[in-house]
Every structure is written in structure tokens, then in C-alpha cells.
């Protein structure tokens, strides 16, 4: 009989206490319904239970949303220092069944690309995780550079994750509709269009000229990115920029990894199958804000063979996250 695969789920969040006293009323919304937020405070007991329930062996701890993002530079630098030495002391707790990403305080570039480098190399963890704008600003912009810079040189990926959308955002695009579709501006679609957005935004940037072995992990199935690139790829060569060395997507496909995080659909998957390749797929839940059986039970049902099975479960999480 064939050995069980390990499996690694590396979009499972938590929420530091300190950090969510921080937390303004829209962003700790998230956190109320009781079932989620006991799981979200969670890195002992009862998360180990529903990892065992469901065959998970691995998680991949990272702060939920939206972090330290919204601070200001010197508390989010602070926060996040202490965070992270707590992160860390629930993954010794249990070291063969967690792991982590770092808390990033993009308020402060190189304080963030520090604390980066002190979480790899002291902690020994697998990257950071940044969640939507910081401080209303996309992560393309150049300040932010010396974090891709950094995690470069220490060859680890950056997870670009969701945050609740900028109000303006809200206001025009979602507001008619949340009284009766609460979600609709975060999950429901919301965190899809500003993610891909970022997403859209970095390869346009020359981030990755600058920086060619930088690696950028998407939740969610790639946030939509993967069922749009052929069109994306083909409008943006419309007579602009002919001296380009790489198209779009080449760019994405070389730069950007997905997870299922939250996204358990066989026609999406083998779509993403298709234009990224088995490769550069992962294996995520989403936990706690989705349940890991649905997971489980989707991804042990699929009708992949035995090795792309293995790769999407745990095979390219630890060839990227050295794991």
C-alpha cells in the first residue's frame, strides 16, 4: 500500500491578542462569531484536534488580517517583534506540527526586511505574510522594495493575502448590497479584486527584474488571477512597451505560487492546473474562516494521479518553503 502523503496547510491563521486589541471595529468584525474567533486564539489543544480530525499534519501558522498593516510605523514595528517571539514560542510548543510566517511591519520598509531576517534565520521561518495595503499604499510601490529585496537574498516567498478593502472602495463599489450580502466586500468578492490587483500590479512594476528570484505566494486559487491571464497577458501587449523581455505571463508563472486556501472547486483547479502548472499549486483551507473537512475531503476525493496529488499536498510547499 502507498505510504499517505504529508499534508501541509499553509494558509491557517491565528490572531495574536495584542495585535487584535489594536484593531480597528470593521477589522475585528472577522473575529466575532464565537466559532471562529475561540479557533483564531487558538494554537494549542483545540487546533490540534481538527488538524488530526481532518489528516493535516502541518500548518503553516500566519497572523490574520489585517496584522500590523494599518499602524503606524513605530507601533507596527514593535507589535510585530513581539508577535512574532510568541508565534515562535507556539511553534516550539509543537514543532512538528507547526510552522510559520512572519508578522511584517510594511509600515517601516526596512524594519519590516529586518524583522524578516531575524524571523528565517533566528526562527526559522518560511517567509511573511502581508495582508492588503499598507496604509492605503499597494505593495508595487518602491518603498517597499527593500522587503522583496531581502526576501530574495534569504530565499523565501512573501504571501500576499486579503485584507478589508479601503472605504472609499467599499462606498462606491460594495455598500448598496452589504446589508443583505455582508461578505460581498471581503470574501464574497472584495478581497478577490483588490489581491489581484496587487498581484497585477507587482508584475507591471519590474519588481521582479529588479529582483528575478523573488517569489510571491497567492491565496485563494491565485485570487482569479490564473482564469483571466490569457486575456490579461494579450490585452497588455496591445502595442505597449515592445522592448519587453518577458510577457505578463511568463512573468506570473515564473514569479507566483497559489494555494486552495478557501477555494475547493475541481473546474478552478484544473484551470490553474493548465496555466501555472501542478508545480506552483499548493495546499492551504483557510482555516479558521473555513472548516478543514470540506478541504480534506475535496482534495482526497480528487481524481489526480498519485504524484500531482503528493505535489499540491505537500511536495511544493517543501521545495519552496524548504520544509
Not at 455582508?182 to 529582483?211: C, H, N
Not at 497567492?218 to 501587449?237: D, K, M, T, Y
Not at 501555472?276 to 473555513?290: A, E, K, Q
Request: charged share 25%.
Amino acid at each position: 500500500m502507498a505510504q499517505k502523503p504529508l499534508v501541509i496547510a499553509l494558509e491557517e491563521h491565528y490572531l495574536d491578542a495584542e495585535v487584535k486589541s489594536l484593531f480597528a471595529p470593521e477589522d475585528a468584525a472577522a473575529s466575532r462569531p464565537s466559532h471562529i474567533g475561540d479557533r483564531l486564539g487558538d494554537l494549542g489543544a483545540l487546533r490540534l484536534k481538527e488538524m488530526d480530525e481532518a489528516g493535516i499534519d502541518i500548518q503553516v501558522l500566519s497572523h490574520g488580517a489585517p496584522s500590523v498593516q494599518k499602524m503606524d510605523p513605530e507601533t507596527a514595528v514593535a507589535l510585530a517583534k513581539r508577535a512574532n517571539d510568541r508565534l515562535y514560542e507556539a511553534c516550539q510548543a509543537n514543532p512538528k506540527r507547526f510552522s510559520a510566517f512572519s508578522v511584517c511591519p510594511t509600515p517601516d520598509p526596512k524594519a519590516a526586511a529586518d524583522e524578516l531576517e531575524r524571523t528565517v534565520t533566528k526562527y526559522g521561518f518560511k517567509g511573511a505574510m502581508i495582508h492588503g495595503l499598507t496604509n492605503g499604499v499597494f505593495h508595487d510601490d518602491k518603498r517597499f522594495w527593500p522587503i522583496f529585496e531581502r526576501a530574495q537574498a534569504l530565499d523565501v516567498p512573501i504571501y500576499i493575502h486579503p485584507a478589508y478593502p479601503q472605504k472609499a472602495v467599499v462606498d462606491l463599489y460594495y455598500k448598496d448590497y452589504l446589508k443583505d450580502y455582508p461578505t460581498l466586500a471581503s470574501a464574497g468578492w472584495g478581497f478577490t479584486v483588490e489581491t489581484a490587483t496587487q498581484g497585477i500590479r507587482m508584475v507591471l512594476s519590474g519588481v521582479f527584474d529588479k529582483y528575478p528570484k523573488l517569489q510571491i505566494v497567492l491565496g485563494h486559487l491565485g485570487e482569479g488571477l490564473p482564469f483571466f491571464l490569457w486575456r490579461i497577458n494579450q490585452a497588455l501587449s496591445r502595442g505597449v512597451n515592445k522592448t519587453a523581455s518577458k510577457s505578463f505571463r511568463d512573468i506570473f508563472c515564473e514569479h507566483f505560487y497559489i494555494t486552495t486556501s478557501g477555494f475547493f472547486s475541481d473546474p478552478a483547479l484544473q484551470c490553474c492546473i493548465t496555466e501555472l502548472g501542478i508545480d506552483r499549486i499548493m495546499f492551504s483551507i483557510d482555516y479558521p474562516f473555513v472548516d478543514n473537512p470540506p478541504g480534506t475531503d475535496w482534495i482526497n476525493a480528487l481524481t489526480l494521479n498519485a504524484t500531482d496529488k503528493e505535489k499540491i499536498l505537500s511536495g511544493n510547499a517543501k521545495r519552496l518553503l524548504r520544509m
